[in-house]
């Protein structure tokens, strides 16, 4: 082997340990972030979806407007203020005309 590859080989070593080095904490970072994230997404969070639309299947955290303003609270196609069983998968968050 030459003292020229030996040396490459050496150089991209070490630059390769220096890089891992740096990046450790961003890594570690965006660990801690994915599970805030991750956390943050299993409570109660709005995600507004517009206007009821029938058939639509929608997913906890799901805001729709009909008659007012609806969050899902669990993965639901019911519904929002319906009068079956079914409809309490829907929370009233804000209220519309005629509530």
């Known amino acids: 082997m030459t003292l020229t590859l030996e040396l490459a080989q050496a150089l991209g070593t070490a630059t390769k340990a220096e890089i891992e080095k ?14 805030e994230f991750a956390a943050f997404k299993a409570k109660n969070y709005m995600n507004f979806r517009g206007t009821y639309q029938p058939g639509t299947r929608y997913s906890k955290g799901d805001t729709v407007s009909r008659n007012g303003l609806w969050t899902a609270l669990e993965d639901t196609a019911a519904v929002p203020g ?18």
């Open 22 to 35: 740096a990046c450790a904490p961003l890594r570690a970072e965006l660990q801690d972030l994915k599970t």
């Open 82 to 99: 319906g009068n079956d069983q079914a409809a309490r998968s829907w929370q009233l968050s804000v209220k519309g005309p005629g509530h």
